[in-house]
């Protein structure tokens, strides 16, 4: 019975958990695109010799720092919803979660070599790993409902997911094609 209860509440954590890994996973190219129009690689680079100098503890302190600033603008945002600002609070928390995601994505990418030597820090990772597979264990079989649901219901021929699908990918090509 509690097993029953509890379902709907892990399938969440799930789904929030996946979302974040999604973010991060897919927020990287921009990243990496945002690196190359401003002089990110130089304050990489200048970045990764100081901390080669570090400690691995004042590694994860340059690691944690720079996220902090970001919680009291998430919670700005949750404000400016609560207060019946959707469309701003939305947007404000989208772009701190945006800004977060790289921030934490770029710091990760420089401070991972010296973090990784602690071994409390690889056992939080290899925890970390071990919770996204869970999620995606949990979660694939109803995606795996919806994708039949959304086939059965576009049939074999045009319907309006292929047509969306088609179209999401044209946009996409013109998108890259234009770099």
Not at 114 to 125: D, H, P, T
Not at 131 to 139: N, P
Not at 149 to 158: H, L, N, P, S
Request: proline fraction near 6%; aromatic fraction near 14%.
């Amino acid at each position: 019975m509690k097993r029953r209860l509890l379902q709907p509440l892990w399938f969440i954590l799930a789904v929030l958990f996946l979302v974040e890994a999604w973010l991060w996973e897919h927020l990287e190219p921009w990243v990496a695109r945002l690196v190359a129009a401003i002089p990110l690689r130089e304050v990489k680079a200048w970045t990764a010799d100081r901390v080669a100098h570090l400690s691995p503890p004042m590694a994860l302190i340059v690691f944690v720092v720079p996220l902090i600033p970001l919680y009291p603008f998430k919670l700005f945002a949750l404000w400016l919803i609560a207060t019946q600002h959707f469309v701003a609070g939305i947007l404000a928390f989208a772009l701190a979660q945006f800004v977060g995601l790289g921030l934490i994505a770029f710091i990760f990418d420089v401070t991972k070599p010296k973090l990784m030597q602690m071994a409390w820090f690889v056992s939080v990772y290899e925890f970390v790993l071990r919770v996204k597979a869970k999620a995606h264990e949990i979660v694939a079989p109803v995606m795996a409902r919806i994708r039949a649901q959304m086939r059965a219901f576009d049939g074999d021929g045009e319907g309006p997911f292929k047509r969306l699908l088609r179209k999401a990918m044209q946009f996409r090509k013109r998108i890259r094609a234009t770099r």
